[in-house]
């Protein structure tokens, strides 16, 4: 069982920048790949990033050199760190963590866990 809790969502203005965590607890977070989704009222949840167990990393098109994921297993924590933000960056973003699931990562059922998600709102 693992357990994820995102922090350092907020309120920022377009072009800006934030960077979120994801905190976890429980088996060891080196042991699982680790996505971050994003979600907007009334919309499917939206794949964002995923950082693999081996630091590779891959990007949803509409985030490509803007957004950057990273993870420190010594911390158990992993990172999205957000820049030149936009309005349609507006959503709930969170993380998920996958073991040894089969499917794809860039689907949302290719994950075991999940956090509660944070609001990052971008102000035009």
């Known amino acids: 069982q693992v357990q994820l809790v995102e922090s350092g969502g907020g309120l920022v203005q377009a072009g800006g920048s934030l960077r979120l965590s994801c905190a976890a607890s429980?088996?060891?977070?080196?042991?699982?790949?680790m996505g971050w989704f994003r979600q907007v009222s009334g919309k499917e949840r939206e794949f964002v990033g995923y950082?693999?167990?081996?630091?590779?990393?891959y990007y949803a098109d509409s985030v490509k050199g803007r957004f950057a994921i990273a993870r420190d297993n010594a911390k158990n924590t992993g990172y999205l760190q957000m820049n030149k933000l936009q309005a349609e960056d507006t959503a709930v973003y969170s993380c998920?963590?996958?073991?040894?699931?089969?499917?794809?990562?860039?689907?949302?059922?290719?994950?075991?866990?999940w956090g509660q998600g944070t609001q990052v709102t971008v102000s035009s």
């Open positions: 950082i693999a167990r081996s630091g590779v990393s």
């Open positions: 998920a963590a996958r073991g040894l699931m089969t499917g794809s990562f860039y689907s949302k059922s290719g994950y075991d866990y």
């Open positions: 429980g088996r060891t977070f080196s042991s699982y790949g």
